[in-house]
C-alpha cells in the first residue's frame, strides 16, 4: 500500500469494515443486510473512514489486475490466496524448501537483472513484489526494491539519480570524469562520497543508511549533514535527525530478502505488505511478538506460513486482498 502521512483507522473497526464488505459482496446478501450495514456505518465517523479505506484498497486490487492482464492477474492472485493447505506445501521442510526457493530466486533472469543504463537519462520502475539490479553506465549497481520509481541522468557535470517513489541501493562506481553522483529526493540532496548506501522515501520524510564510505546530506532548506559508514538518518526538508546504528541486513532485500533479528512482528509485516498488492496486516494482539529468521520478500505467503510456524499467529483472509495476522 502506499505511504500515507494519515494513521490508519482502529484495526478492529478496520476488520469489521473488511467483514461487512465481504459479506456486502456474497451473491445471498439481500436488503436487511444492507440496512445493518448502513446502521453501522452511520454509528461512527471512523466506521465511515475505514469503509473508504477498504475500497481504496479493493479498487487499487483491481487495478493491479487489470494493468497486469490476464497472465499476471493469475500471478497477483497466486500471490494473494488464503489455502493454507498449498502454503503449508510451499513451506515443506522449512529450511530445505527455503534453500530450494532461494536457489530459484537468485538464477538470473535476463528481463529483471543487469540490465546496463547507458544513455543519459532513463526512467525505471519496479511493480509491487518486483526487485531489479540494474547495471550504471560507469560501474556502478542499482537496486530498485519494490514498488520504486527513480530517473537516471548522466550528463558532463553530474550523474544523478532522482528518487520519486520507494528505495533503492546504490554501489557507486569510479568515474574517470570525476563528477559527483548525486540522489536527488522530495526532502533533499545526497551526494555519495565513494560508497554504498541505501535510501527510502516516505511520504513525510526520507531515510539513509550508508554501509561503505560516507554520504553527505544537504535538505531542500539548507541543513546539513554528512553520514558516515554503519550509520543511519531520517531526513526532511528542514532538518536531519541522527538514527543510530545502520543494520547491514537492511540491505537483504536486494536478494530479495527480509531479514528479521529479534524484529517485532508489527514491524515484519509491514515490510512484507510492501511486497504485495492489497492489505497485509497485524492484530496488536501479537504485533508485540519478536521474530527471527530471513523470509523471502517475494513469496509473502510463504513468508506467513512460516510465521505460522514459528509463532503463535494466524492468518486469517476474509478476502482475496485482504490478510489479517492474529492469534492463534
Same mark, same amino acid.
Given at each position: 500500500?502506499?505511504?500515507?502521512?494519515?494513521?490508519?483507522?482502529?484495526?478492529?473497526?478496520?476488520?469489521?469494515?473488511?467483514?461487512?464488505?465481504?459479506?456486502?459482496?456474497?451473491?445471498?446478501?439481500?436488503?436487511?443486510?444492507?440496512?445493518?450495514?448502513?446502521?453501522?456505518?452511520?454509528?461512527?465517523?471512523?466506521?465511515?473512514?475505514?469503509?473508504?479505506?477498504?475500497?481504496?484498497?479493493?479498487?487499487?486490487?483491481?487495478?493491479?489486475?487489470?494493468?497486469?492482464?490476464?497472465?499476471?492477474?493469475?500471478?497477483?492472485?497466486?500471490?494473494?490466496?488464503?489455502?493454507?493447505?498449498?502454503?503449508?506445501?510451499?513451506?515443506?521442510?522449512?529450511?530445505?524448501?527455503?534453500?530450494?526457493?532461494?536457489?530459484?530466486?537468485?538464477?538470473?533472469?535476463?528481463?529483471?537483472?543487469?540490465?546496463?543504463?547507458?544513455?543519459?537519462?532513463?526512467?525505471?520502475?519496479?511493480?509491487?513484489?518486483?526487485?531489479?539490479?540494474?547495471?550504471?553506465?560507469?560501474?556502478?549497481?542499482?537496486?530498485?526494491?519494490?514498488?520504486?520509481?527513480?530517473?537516471?541522468?548522466?550528463?558532463?557535470?553530474?550523474?544523478?539519480?532522482?528518487?520519486?517513489?520507494?528505495?533503492?541501493?546504490?554501489?557507486?562506481? *569510479?568515474?574517470? #570524469?570525476?563528477?559527483?553522483?548525486? %540522489? @536527488?529526493?522530495?526532502?533533499?540532496? +545526497? !551526494? $555519495? &562520497? =565513494? /560508497?554504498?548506501?541505501?535510501?527510502?522515501?516516505?511520504?513525510?520524510?526520507?531515510?539513509?543508511?550508508?554501509?561503505?564510505?560516507?554520504?553527505?546530506?544537504?535538505?531542500?532548506?539548507?541543513?546539513?549533514?554528512?553520514?558516515?559508514?554503519?550509520?543511519?538518518?531520517?531526513?526532511?526538508?528542514?532538518?536531519?535527525?541522527?538514527?543510530?546504528?545502520?543494520?547491514?541486513?537492511?540491505?537483504?532485500?536486494?536478494?530479495?530478502?527480509?531479514?528479521?533479528?529479534?524484529?517485532?512482528?508489527?514491524?515484519?509485516?509491514?515490510?512484507? *505488505?510492501?511486497? #504485495?498488492?492489497?492489505?497485509?496486516? %497485524? @492484530?496488536?494482539?501479537?504485533?508485540? +511478538? !519478536? $521474530? &527471527? =529468521? /530471513?523470509?523471502?520478500?517475494?513469496?509473502?505467503?510463504?513468508?506467513?506460513?512460516?510465521?505460522?510456524?514459528?509463532?503463535?499467529?494466524?492468518?486469517?483472509?476474509?478476502?482475496?486482498?485482504?490478510?489479517?495476522?492474529?492469534?492463534?
Amino acid at each position: 500500500m502506499p505511504d500515507s502521512s494519515a494513521p490508519l483507522p482502529d484495526h478492529r473497526i478496520l476488520e469489521q469494515a473488511a467483514e461487512w464488505f465481504a459479506a456486502l459482496g456474497d451473491e445471498d446478501a439481500g436488503p436487511d443486510q444492507q440496512q445493518r450495514w448502513r446502521r453501522w456505518i452511520e454509528t461512527d465517523p471512523e466506521h465511515g473512514r475505514a469503509w473508504r479505506y477498504v475500497e481504496q484498497v479493493s479498487a487499487r486490487f483491481q487495478q493491479a489486475r487489470g494493468h497486469a492482464g490476464r497472465d499476471g492477474a493469475g500471478h497477483i492472485l497466486q500471490h494473494t490466496r488464503s489455502d493454507r493447505l498449498t502454503r503449508r506445501r510451499l513451506l515443506g521442510g522449512g529450511v530445505a524448501s527455503l534453500a530450494a526457493w532461494l536457489t530459484w530466486r537468485h538464477t538470473p533472469l535476463p528481463d529483471a537483472t543487469g540490465r546496463l543504463i547507458a544513455g543519459l537519462t532513463a526512467g525505471q520502475h519496479t511493480t509491487t513484489g518486483e526487485i531489479r539490479d540494474l547495471g550504471l553506465a560507469d560501474g556502478g549497481r542499482l537496486w530498485l526494491n519494490s514498488a520504486t520509481t527513480v530517473d537516471v541522468a548522466y550528463d558532463n557535470a553530474l550523474r544523478r539519480v532522482t528518487l520519486h517513489d520507494g528505495e533503492i541501493l546504490i554501489q557507486t562506481g *569510479a568515474d574517470p #570524469r570525476r563528477r559527483p553522483f548525486v %540522489v @536527488d529526493t522530495r526532502h533533499g540532496r +545526497l !551526494r $555519495a &562520497l =565513494g /560508497t554504498r548506501f541505501t535510501v527510502r522515501q516516505h511520504r513525510d520524510h526520507g531515510f539513509l543508511a550508508v554501509y561503505q564510505g560516507s554520504v553527505a546530506i544537504r535538505t531542500r532548506d539548507g541543513d546539513e549533514a554528512v553520514i558516515e559508514a554503519g550509520r543511519q538518518a531520517t531526513f526532511q526538508a528542514a532538518s536531519v535527525t541522527p538514527a543510530g546504528a545502520a543494520d547491514p541486513a537492511r540491505q537483504a532485500w536486494s536478494q530479495g530478502l527480509i531479514v528479521a533479528n529479534d524484529l517485532p512482528l508489527g514491524e515484519l509485516v509491514e515490510e512484507l *505488505a510492501r511486497y #504485495r498488492h492489497g492489505h497485509l496486516g %497485524v @492484530d496488536p494482539a501479537v504485533a508485540h +511478538l !519478536r $521474530a &527471527l =529468521g /530471513t523470509y523471502p520478500a517475494g513469496r509473502p505467503d510463504l513468508a506467513l506460513a512460516m510465521l505460522e510456524n514459528a509463532l503463535p499467529v494466524r492468518a486469517r483472509q476474509p478476502l482475496p486482498w485482504w490478510v489479517t495476522i492474529g492469534p492463534a
